[in-house]
């Protein structure tokens, strides 16, 4: 099963706070352009249905980026959540080769 999720690029000066009150979470990409990385929205839901089925630093993800024309493949490198409500804070992709 070849997983993929939709992001949007992240509008600059917002609170990431203000983002999770509207469902969306915050989260980076590294590694698409060398050492640049790009800052990003998931949506909630999606991003909790993609978690269930990924291992961290390990399953491959499609990820898209519709905005900047970006599609490549990448990998979960890390999951960041409330320590003990367990809300999910930040997600960050490693982008490996197109």
């Given at each position: 099963m070849a997983l993929s999720i939709e992001c949007q690029q992240r509008p600059e000066k917002v609170n990431p706070r203000a983002l999770r009150r509207e469902g969306l979470i915050p989260a980076t990409l590294y590694?698409?352009?060398?050492?640049?990385s790009i800052s990003l929205v998931v949506d909630h839901k999606t991003?909790?249905?993609m978690l269930r089925s990924v291992t961290v630093k390990e399953t491959p993800i499609e990820v898209k980026i519709p905005h900047l024309s970006w599609e490549g493949e990448?990998?979960?490198?890390?999951?960041?959540?409330?320590?003990w409500r367990r809300n999910l804070y930040h997600l960050a992709f490693f982008a490996g080769k197109k």
């Open positions: 590694g698409h352009n060398g050492a640049e991003a909790i249905t990448a990998v979960v490198q890390e999951i960041q959540c409330h320590p």
